[in-house]
């Protein structure tokens, strides 16, 4: 689950690592208000306006509306009404949003931290995350903080420094201080950044988190280190022991169709092709997905109904599939384990009946128990759905619904 940065940099506070101070704002009104409480908290009269949005490349990003950019600078109290007003409301467009953007619901008023001093400000890169292959988190930091460590992982992949943490013993106060050195730190800068890689990785584990990205890392002119930004990815499956993570959520901001899916029970990712797909395991989804492509089509869409399939799964499912436009046929792909074949198809008819007219043909491939029963019971239903039995059978009947 992702939340916003103003979310993540108060989860990241909670466990001590500094952060550049904000307040969230849905008005202009709000904007100003929480610009004078900074300035009475911290001092700053310079304030960084922030659209908040689930979606990276803010900076470079456009308001469509206003051609404001996603991310701006007030250099003075009076002029962040109009600057939030040009982002509240808009819809931001970046380079991870596509051309859609996304609709600005709130901003975040934040102090300026590039403040002169006895050095130059510097940014520094970041990240706490899963290594799979190595079953170890992995710290990844940079010196070219600001970019996207992909450009940088391409252009200087020297410049990628990583140190591995066995989760079994967690990280050691050597490892953190190896990071700060391979960043050229020193000094009191030095100590910062090993107390803020340990305060980042303890929030890292007590939130249950599958990846924390701070970039840029801010050492100050006077030698603060802190984020300015942060994205935290928690994970959906620890959520039940983080009830205050989880209502975190931002349901504004998720595929309205992932959101239906949801409350359903359902796995639901939308794609960009032809072919609705319905299945029961995410892996039997997977080869269903290959075999679409091979017939000629393009995956509409990756749907899980679970184990217990039935008419009301199946039902939603279909409702969910059919208010994508692109789709001309879908395809269910059902392995009667948990479930026999014959209760799925009498569930498949009973949910076309409830919906009515389908105006896309539909096949449904069943294997397992009871699967010839079940391709009977689709057969002689009179509906406008064919069954299949086998994979280049279910493959050839796609092929033909698309063409």
Known sequence: ?????????????????????????????????????????TGTSW??????????????????????????????LEDVPEKAKNILGGTLVTIQTGAEGKKVNKILVAEDVYYPGASEPKEYYLSILLDRAKGSNVIMASTEGGM??????????????????????????FQARKV??????????FKEMVKFITSLYNAYIGS??????????????????????????????????????????????????EVEAG?????????????GCMVNGAGLAMATMDMIKLSGGEPANFLDVGGGANATTVEAGFRIILQDPNVKA??????????????IANGVVEAYKSIGNIPVP???????????????IIDESGLKVSSAITLKEAAEKVRAAIS
């Open 148 to 173: 996207d460590i992909e450009e940088v992982a391409e252009k200087h992949p020297e410049k990628i420094i990583k140190e591995w943490v066995d989760p079994k013993i967690g990280l050691q106060g």
């Open 1 to 41: 689950m992702n939340i916003h940065e103003y979310q993540a940099k108060e989860l990241l506070k909670g466990y001590g690592v500094r952060i550049q101070e904000g307040i969230v704002a849905d008005t202009p009104e709000a904007a100003l208000e929480a610009a004078k409480k900074l300035n009475a908290e």
């Open 208 to 257: 249950d988190a599958s990846q924390f990205e701070i970039n840029p890392v801010l050492k100050t002119s006077d030698d603060k280190i802190l984020a300015v930004d942060a994205k935290v990815n928690l994970d959906d499956n620890a959520l039940y022991r983080h009830k205050d993570l989880a209502d975190l959520r931002d349901l504004a901001e998720e595929d309205p169709l």
């Open 330 to 343: 879908i395809l269910i792909n059902v392995f009667g384990g948990i479930v026999r074949c014959d209760r």
């Open 362 to 376: 539909i096949i449904v491939r069943l294997q397992g128990t009871n699967a010839e029963e079940g391709a009977r």
């Open 180 to 189: 700060a050195f391979k960043l050229g730190l020193e000094g009191n800068a």
């Open 47 to 76: 304030y960084v306006i922030k659209a908040q949005i689930h979606a990276g490349g803010r900076g470079k990003g456009k308001v469509k509306e206003t051609d404001s950019n996603g991310v701006v600078l007030a250099k003075k």
């Open 263 to 275: 409350k359903s029970g359902l796995n639901y990712v939308k794609l960009d092709g032809n072919v």
